[in-house]
């Protein structure tokens, strides 16, 4: 069975730092691209980054340029966002999502066939 399961979320204060993992199980992630999404109470879901399944290629939101890095470890099927120098407006589920093939990579979900569950990432003082 395909998996993503997302972690790293939390508290933090504006300013400060988290990484978030997404690691797979079931697959190898060599093969696939990698989004992060974020949706915040009454919002829709947003593309903030993706990497290309060879990691060749990223792109970001205009939102997270200069804050947010994504980055992926083969050996550890697993793929990161850096997350720096946040703030409130951060705040919200993250979800990383999976698509076979992926030469580039796209902030738009209906590109994505398989999905985390989220983890929450809150800023506030």
């Known amino acids: 069975q395909l998996q993503l399961v997302e972690s790293g979320g939390g508290l933090v204060q504006p300013g400060g730092s988290l990484r978030l993992s997404c690691a797979a199980s079931?697959?190898?992630?060599?093969?696939?691209?990698i989004g992060w999404f974020r949706q915040a109470p009454g919002k829709g879901r947003e593309g903030v980054s993706c990497?290309?399944?060879?990691?060749?290629?990223?792109n970001y939101a205009d939102s997270v340029k200069g804050r947010f890095t994504i980055s992926r470890d083969g050996a550890k099927n697993t793929v990161y966002l850096q997350m720096n120098s946040l703030k409130p407006e951060d705040t919200a589920v993250y979800y990383c999502?999976?698509?076979?093939?992926?030469?580039?990579?796209?902030?738009?979900?209906?590109?994505?066939?398989?999905w985390g569950q989220g983890t929450q990432v809150t800023v506030s003082s």
């Open positions: 999502a999976a698509y076979a093939h992926g030469s580039s990579c796209y902030l738009t979900p209906h590109e994505y066939d398989y």
């Open positions: 079931g697959f190898t992630l060599d093969y696939y691209a």
């Open positions: 990497i290309s399944s060879s990691g060749g290629r990223t």
